[in-house]
Nanobody, 123 residues
Framework: QVQLVESGGGLVQAGGSLRLSCAAS????????MGWFRQAPGNEREFVAV????????YYADSVKGRFTISRDTAKNTMYLQMNSLRPEETAVYYC????????????????WGQGTQVTVSS
């Protein structure tokens, strides 16, 4: 059974940093493109970042470029999202997801999803 488990969320002040983790099991981690999405209250889920199977390519939403860094450790079957200079409007549930496609930013392209981790940024 495939499981994606996010961790690392919490409460942080504006301008602060958090590092999210996504631990994967039940799938061949190196075979999947991995992505991060987020959903704020009352909003649709939106793309944040994606990383290729071989860790060579990354792609970010414009709103997070230069502040967020996505990475993965194949040996640990884990993906990360380092978030710096956080803003109150980035308060959301953050989800990790796995796709068999190459570098998708669309939600429908992802097969497996975690349950999410709450990130709250106070002003």
């Amino acid at each position: 059974q495939v499981q994606l488990v996010e961790s690392g969320g919490g409460l942080v002040q504006a301008g602060g940093s958090l590092r999210l983790s996504c631990a994967a099991s039940g799938l061949t981690f190196k075979s999947y493109t991995m992505g991060w999405f987020r959903q704020a209250p009352g909003n649709e889920r939106e793309f944040v970042a994606v990383i290729s199977r071989d860790n060579g390519n990354t792609y970010y939403a414009d709103s997070v470029k230069g502040r967020f860094t996505i990475s993965r450790d194949t040996a640990k079957n884990t993906m990360y999202l380092q978030m710096n200079s956080l803003r109150p409007e980035e308060t959301a549930v953050y989800y990790c997801a796995a796709s068999y496609l190459s570098m998708p930013s669309q939600e429908y392209a992802y097969t497996y999803w975690g349950q999410g981790t709450q990130v709250t940024v106070s002003s």
